[in-house]
């Protein structure tokens, strides 16, 4: 008989006690029992490391890491991928619900796509639904076309099983930028991504998130944040068109010549233009009228400038 292919899980965790044990023993509960859980914790200052420590002493497939000193977010996952040595490397959060079946249903669903994803359901801090899921939110893509992902994300990093051999091309991580949604354009330039239309995760939602993706936590944005927001969208454009697949290097690269001209003027109408030319791919994701997608897009066209007017 065929062996199956080990799994790598990918889990970073830091200050986890709340959620981390109920976290651990979904994996454990997984129907697909052939996998590693590679852990790095960033310095927890809770009682995470007991926690950790226990499950190592019980399971020899917990393999934790300490971190001498804080590396953030990005860059703990950019490690704890490092240290995974698997064929297939499933990313985990700490404070989530595994399906049972997770790993079995992505690995049967990621056939010759670089990275699959899937949906999850919301859950609030007590563990009861929230009544909503992430495919109410975007629309989910499957396909070889990076510039799906150059505005907006569907791809959330604790839905991600990928092969292994994707990380060629998307270590190191850019700094500043959120793993997953480089993660999903990497997949998309070298090959491509799929997504399997399950909820297969109860994705907890609580003040300590790194992400908002419901928009719990209003936020109120100075003119300098607004400013900055659009220096760093032309960052992340050129950091894209530097990395574009032969197809897409083109419009990616225009894209960012106009996000430099706009930033350094009032308007840039052309910006707008090629933004809604090009729309069925860039606003793919957006789960929106045409009529919002159009409003979007006008607003794409404002400047510094004008951001301390209007």
Sequence with gaps: MESKPLISI??????????????????????????????VDDCSRDDTRSILNAYVARDHRFKVHFNDKNL?????????????????????????????????IQLEAIKENLLVYHDSAFIDQAGKSMGTKISDKFEFYRGDRPEAFLYFNCVSGHSIFMKR??????LPFPIDFHYDQWLAYIATSHGSVDFVDQCLVHYRQHKKNN?????????????GQKIDQLKKESEWLKLCAEHASE??????????ELSLRRNASFMSIAYGRE????????????????????????????????????
């Design 10 to 39: 990918a889990l970073c965790t830091y200050n986890g006690r709340d959620f981390l044990e109920e976290q651990l023993n979904s994996v454990l509960s997984q129907s697909m029992q052939d996998w590693e859980m590679v852990i």
């Design 72 to 104: 953030g977010y990005n860059k703990n996952f950019e490690k704890a991928l490092r240290l995974c040595e698997g064929e297939f490397i499933a990313i985990c959060d700490q404070d989530d619900i595994w399906d049972k079946d997770k790993l079995q």
């Design 165 to 170: 051999s994707l990380l060629r091309n998307a």
């Design 211 to 223: 992400t908002d993706i419901l928009a719990i936590r209003p936020t109120v944005k100075s003119t």
């Design 247 to 256: 197809t897409s290097a083109p419009l990616i690269t225009r894209l960012y």
């Design 275 to 310: 933004i809604w030319k090009n729309r069925k791919y860039l606003l793919r994701l957006l789960k929106k009228s045409e009529i919002s997608k159009f409003f979007f897009t006008l607003r794409k066209i404002w400047g510094p400038l004008a951001k301390t007017v209007l």
